[in-house]
């Protein structure tokens, strides 16, 4: 199983700490019909990219110990079928598909002008495993869905009126807000650090500086071989 880089500080990371103790199959219970709201809205936006595919993908999150199982296939209709099930991503997860990331990372793929999948990819810390052709389509559904955080939220729980939109907004102001907030934090807890760290690595700098100066002075003992030689 591919490790991507350990998940950032962020509210996502305190929201995992918080929801481990709670049983899954009552967070299961309490999730079934907000994702099949999801499932029912999503199915369309992503049928461009999903038509003819069927299997399972797993979208993980590095930090929650929840994950959204996604079953990809074909209604009687002939259209793209779509249903989203919870699952507890700190046990094996059977899945054609695996896509694990940061939820902040999960969130902005949704909209593609919010973040950049290939530089995730390639930094890992966004890790693509199984059925290739899948979980690209997937991703690449997502990104051109270009859902925002708060439509997501509004998609789960519709509102009459434009009260879900304005909702939705309003949660997507405050994760942005916390996130500055818990990245402001992490700055603050590793600033001693990486001072301590950057005079180690001036420190280690100068001996090497010295080392060298040393070799260079010091004059050169020819072999033994040549020295009973002369």
């Known amino acids: ?6 998940p950032p500080f962020s509210p996502f990371l305190i929201l995992g700490i918080v929801l ?25 936006r992503l049928a461009g990219r999903l038509a003819g595919l069927t299997g399972r993908v797993a979208v993980m999150p590095t930090d929650l110990p929840y994950g959204t199982l996604f079953y990809v296939g074909t209604g009687s209709d002939g259209q793209t079928a779509l ?19 940061p939820t902040s990372v999960l969130l902005e793929l949704t909209h593609a002008q ?3 999948g290939d530089a995730s ?4 810390s966004l890790i693509m ?34 009260l879900g939109r304005r909702l939705g907004q309003a949660l997507e102001g405050l ?3 916390a996130s500055a907030d818990a990245s402001r934090v992490q700055e603050a807890l590793l600033a001693p650090l990486s001072g301590r760290l950057n005079r180690l690595e001036k420190a280690a700098n100068r001996l090497r500086e010295d080392v060298d100066q040393v070799l260079k002075s ?4 020819r072999p033994a071989s040549q020295a009973s030689g002369a």
């Open 175 to 177: 994760i942005d807000a």
């Open 114 to 116: 919010g973040h950049d």
């Open 83 to 101: 249903s989203i099930d919870l699952i507890d991503t700190r046990h094996p997860v059977e899945a054609e598909a695996r896509v694990r990331a």
């Open 129 to 162: 495993e199984g059925d290739t052709s899948l979980s690209m389509a997937f991703r690449y559904g997502l990104e051109e869905a270009e859902l925002t955080s708060g439509e997501l939220a509004a998609m789960a729980a519709p509102l009459p009126g434009d």
């Open 121 to 124: 990819f390639f930094s890992r």
């Open 1 to 6: 199983m591919s490790q991507g880089t350990p």
């Open 20 to 44: 481990k103790p709670l049983p899954f199959a009552l967070a299961r219970r309490a999730a079934r019909p907000l994702l099949d709201n999801v499932a029912r809205d999503l199915a369309p």
């Open 218 to 221: 010091s004059p050169r003992r």
